[in-house]
């Protein structure tokens, strides 16, 4: 990706001018373990964010501290400039769609969807409509009298989420909404649902570890790790500019090569000597760390043949296995003195290619990441 | 085509043989044999008993029961007793079962051997030793009289007080088990989701818990009910003779002036009580936990 094209994502990136959700130096502590640490975040308004990262990293507590569900040991947490941080989860009206639902299962369709309207009260002559206008925001209006139990995993969740929304939350939570669907049907619930929730401009954050959900649904995404986050971004900067290793490692597919780095080499360029030879990373997109470094390229920026030009990297290597995805084919590869397999991902497989062949693989140095080894 | 269908339908049902036993029935059998012989034959032999006198076929019994003040209140001491028996387990069994469902999985081992321990002690020495603690001379009047809430010891053994005091002790664990059972099964998301949706803690008890955990109560009410109507040996050890119950109405006729017929209407009488109270409290409570199921 081209320098221009970053800097606009960056742009988009950027939290419009409202800080609609405020979350400032939260903690929460479990007994001896610290979950979350001086934990800081923005959600603009109608923006819909993605919580991403690997299960026990504090993305779910996160969600119940802003729901109210927990309190928080420190810190604060404000919804358009209300500060919520002593405010019990029935009055702050925030919607939860829980990951295994959580619908009630007394009820039918239209009593759960009901539930949150007659709680708050609203008059008996407007919940009628209100949830017959919910229930077709997600075309359930069929199943309206149906038992809970008699509905498939992606009927119930249509269900929770207009439940959810009937009462017109000020802000939406997700929790791993889609774990429990198959993968078809996840697909078509990931699109539905990041449409619906557009239209009706609503914030949301959405709790994954599942990262094409993060990148397919986000407009930006918070990596997190060990109760901080890693870092916040569009999909596409998470992807192209990982801030850290561990994201690198934990958003899409990556080629990590272990090195020791010199000092800056010409034209603002840093070598690292690795196993396979001198890589050489453009220190305008990496902070120039000296020592233990690791080498991360994405896969698809790796093409076979000879290097064009001077700005990229150069290495052979034997091919090790083919992988063809219909759309796209992984090639791997597997030099003597790596441990790890090159990736590389083309969209044709060229004629003639074969395990066993060296091939000459070049990437521009522009797309070589460089991070400091952990 | 309607000729083909009917005569598969002709030959269709396959054989059956008369008594056809597989392994659940025979699984069943030890049971089925066990309760003819120590319950079917001895309520028939009291249904008979209850119909005939020493001069045969006589309704005495029954009209004796059911006719006669004396009686009549004796059923409704009994109904009483176990009415509130009932309510004072529930009022205090239900948020126990809340507590302990809700409980650190280590304290909910010590929780629950707390509660199931005095059912390991026999109703005898835990009445009597209840009856020792309330003597004039007892620790409860010893405590009340140090804290300054009465200023000479209160007659408390023999009182209803006692009587009641002591049957909630023996019947609370009865009502906590089941409870405790249906709670435990609860989502902790459930309310979470009530919670998110705007519903205060009382709204949610009301709408999502007490529903959800309406089976478990039903079940608690039944078997404290029907056991506490017909208890014996802690209204006779706490209260005797000043409280009669149909229990001890039984156990004189049977013991005492030997008058089987009026025994076994007593029996029969309570038998058809207990037996309504607890189908209907079922009856009356399934709604509640199934409303919006159908359809």
Known sequence: MNVVAREAAHARATPRSDRYLDVAAVTKRFGAATVLKDLDISVARSEFISLLGPSGCGKTTLLRLIAGLMKPDGGRIAIGGNDLTQVPAHKRNIGVVFQNYALFPHLSVEQNVAFGLEAQRTLKAEIGGRVQNALALVRMQAFAERRISALSGGQQQRVAVARALV??????????????????????????????????????????????????????????????????????????????????????????????????????????????????????????????????????CIALGERPGADFNEITAELADIVFFGSKTALHFKPPAMEDRIQVEVARLPSGVAPGAALKLHWPIAETMVYPTP | ??????????????????????????????????????????????????????????????????????????????????????????????????????????????????????????II??????????????????????????????????????????????????????IYSVMRQLDPRLTDAAASLGAGPVTTFLRVTLPLTMPGVVAGISLVFSISVAAYVTPGLLIGDRFMTMSQVMAKAYLNIRDFNLGASMAVVMLVVAVTIVFTSTYFAEPASRRGRKG
């Open chain 1, 167 to 300: 009462v017109k939350p000020s802000l939406l939570l997700l929790d791993e909404p889609f774990s429990a669907l198959d993968r078809k049907l996840r697909e078509t619930m990931q699109i539905e649902l990041r449409h619906l929730l557009r239209d009706l401009e609503i914030t949301s954050i959405f709790v994954t570890h599942d990262q094409d959900e993060a990148l397919v649904m986000s407009d930006r995404i918070a990596v997190m790790n060990e109760g901080r986050i890693e870092q916040l971004g569009t999909p596409d900067e998470v992807y192209s500019s990982p801030a850290s290793l561990h994201v690198l490692e934990f958003v899409g597919q990556s080629t990590r090569i272990g090195g020791t780095a010199s000092a800056s080499g010409q034209g603002g360029d840093v070598g690292i000597e690795t196993p396979i030879g001198q890589i050489r990373a453009s220190m305008r997109r990496n902070s120039g760390p000296t020592g233990k470094v690791v080498v991360g390229i994405r896969p698809e």
């Open chain 2, 1 to 122: 085509m309607t000729t083909i269908g009917m005569e598969t339908q002709v030959t269709a049902p396959p054989r059956r043989r008369l008594l056809q036993l597989d392994a659940p029935a025979i699984m069943v059998l030890p049971g089925l044999v066990f309760m003819v012989v120590a319950f079917a034959i001895p309520v028939l032999i009291l249904v008979a008993d209850s119909f005939r006198d020493a001069s045969g076929l006589s309704l005495a019994g029954y009209r004796k029961v059911l006719g006669d003040p004396y009686y009549i209140g004796i059923i409704w001491n009994s109904l009483q007793l176990g009415l509130i028996t009932t309510i004072g387990s529930l009022l205090i069994g239900y948020p126990a079962a809340f507590a302990l469902s809700r409980a650190p999985a280590r304290l909910q081992v010590l929780l629950f051997a707390l509660i199931f321990l005095p059912l390991t002690v026999s």
């Open chain 2, 125 to 178: 020495v835990k009445t009597f030793g209840l009856a020792i603690m309330m003597r004039r001379d007892g620790i409860l009047n010893w405590l009340l009289l140090n804290l300054g809430f009465i200023e000479r010891p209160m007659r408390l053994v023999f009182t209803e007080f006692a009587l009641y005091f002591g049957m909630i002790n023996v019947f609370l664990p009865l009502m906590i088990l089941p």
